[in-house]
């Protein structure tokens, strides 16, 4: 192959390699804005969003290279696309566990989106203690010669699981080796404890909400200001009214 041939290969597989990388880009960049829509019209209508934060990530070209090598998969652009699923991820932090599968439920009612994948974690928690809700979304890409359908993966969890799950990933970066069973065991005590948390303030928030439901079924008595002895106070507006007759 002479160099002018070598050139062309190169810049072949550079923009290959460009518009691979570039459509998960644009597939997070579609997913974010979705998400970002269904937070504001929750904090628009209902005065509350399920969604506290988002975090977006495409795989580092080491990861996925270790990756590819743990799948023994064939390092072309097609085997890598068809057979690595989470190389856009996405992550949704919520405040409660109820809404959890509100927003899974927000997002699977979306049309233009197809579930390709669902991994509950929370009812089914890895050894462990890892839990959150997983789905694989394939998301449409417009571009300007045609649509590309990528993969997504997004994950659910509250901010108790998400604390867990970040500090677990900090004490065990890069250690490779087997973890001791004790340590295992601490794991998964702490993640049942962060999901203890999480069943104790949905309960106290169902209960605050049973609270104000009851309250504003009850008729509100009107107040209205006097004045006596240079003193003020508030009497039932009824109640005035009975004296001033």
């Known amino acids: 192959m002479n160099p002018?041939?070598?050139?062309?290969?190169?810049?072949?597989?550079?923009?290959?390699?460009?518009?691979?990388?570039?459509?998960?880009?644009?597939a997070l960049e579609e997913m974010e804005t979705?998400?970002?829509?269904?937070?504001?019209?929750?904090?628009?209508?209902?005065?509350?969003?399920?969604?506290?934060?988002?975090?977006?990530?495409?795989?580092?070209?080491?990861?996925?290279?270790?990756?590819?090598?743990?799948?023994?998969c064939e390092p072309s652009?097609?085997?890598?696309?068809?057979?690595?699923?989470?190389?856009?991820?996405?992550?949704?932090?919520?405040?409660?566990?109820?809404?959890i599968y509100k927003v899974s439920e927000m997002l699977q009612k979306q049309d233009d989106l197809k579930i390709l994948g669902v991994k509950d974690y929370i009812r089914n928690p890895k050894p462990n203690g890892y839990q959150s809700l997983h789905l694989l979304l394939e998301v449409p890409v417009f571009l300007s010669d045609c649509t590309e359908h990528v993969c997504v993966e997004v994950q659910i969890r509250?901010?108790?699981?998400?604390?867990?799950?970040?500090?677990?990933?900090?004490?065990?970066y890069k250690y490779d080796k087997s973890i001791p069973a004790h340590l295992t065991?601490?794991?998964?005590?702490?993640?049942?404890?962060?999901y203890e948390l999480d069943l104790q303030m949905e309960r106290l928030r169902?209960?605050?909400?049973?609270?104000k439901e009851t309250q504003s079924d009850e008729p509100e008595t009107a107040l209205s200001r006097i004045i006596i002895s240079n003193k003020e106070f508030e009497l039932p507006a009824n109640f005035i009214r009975l004296l001033s007759e």
């Not at 072949?12 to 570039?22: A, D, G, I």
């Not at 652009?77 to 809404?99: E, P, Y």
């Not at 169902?206 to 609270?211: A, G, M």
Request: glycine share 0%; with cysteine.
């Open 206 to 211: 169902n209960e605050i909400n049973e609270i």
């Open 77 to 99: 652009l097609h085997s890598i696309r068809s057979t690595i699923k989470d190389i856009a991820g996405l992550r949704i932090t919520c405040s409660f566990l109820s809404d």
């Open 158 to 172: 509250t901010i108790a699981m998400d604390f867990w799950v970040s500090l677990e990933h900090k004490i065990f």
């Open 34 to 72: 979705k998400i970002e829509i269904l937070k504001q019209e929750f904090q628009t209508l209902h005065d509350y969003s399920p969604i506290e934060h988002t975090k977006s990530r495409i795989k580092s070209p080491e990861s996925l290279m270790n990756k590819i090598m743990r799948k023994n």
């Open 4 to 26: 002018a041939e070598q050139l062309e290969k190169f810049k072949t597989l550079k923009y290959e390699l460009t518009r691979f990388m570039m459509i998960y880009k644009f």
């Open 185 to 194: 065991r601490e794991l998964k005590n702490a993640a049942d404890k962060a």
